[in-house]
């Protein structure tokens, strides 16, 4: 079945770098659109960065553009988020989102902790 499974959250200081890992399987991974979405304490869920099957479509919020660098690895199965310049309103539970022609699938999710 399709598993997608995000890695590399924890805690990192004001200013600080991330990069969040998502691997997917059980399915085509080359030819699906992938996403990163994140979910602050009593928000709802905000698409952050998008790339096409190809990594030639790519597109972000406004509030992590600039910040974010959003690429995927097709051979390894992967999508990566790279975060620099961290800020405290980044903090948040990341999901990665894999999107088939059977529906949308999410990851379980990696908490990103920025203290203000």
């Known amino acids: 079945q399709v598993q997608l499974v995000e890695s590399g959250g924890g805690l990192v200081q004001p200013g600080g770098s991330l990069r969040l890992s998502c691997v997917g399987s059980?399915?085509?991974?080359?030819?699906?659109?992938m996403r990163w979405y994140r979910q602050a304490p009593g928000k709802e869920r905000e698409l952050v960065a998008h790339?096409?099957?190809?990594?030639?479509?790519?597109n972000y919020s406004d509030s992590v553009k600039g910040r974010f660098t959003i690429s995927r690895d097709n051979a390894k199965n992967t999508v990566y988020l790279q975060m620099n310049s961290m800020k405290p309103e980044d903090t948040a539970v990341y999901y990665c989102?894999?999107?088939?022609?059977?529906?949308?699938?999410w990851g379980q999710g990696t908490q990103v902790t920025v203290p203000s």
């Open positions: 989102s894999g999107i088939l022609s059977s529906g949308q699938y």
């Open positions: 059980g399915f085509t991974f080359s030819t699906n659109t």
């Open positions: 790339i096409s099957s190809s990594g030639l479509n790519i």
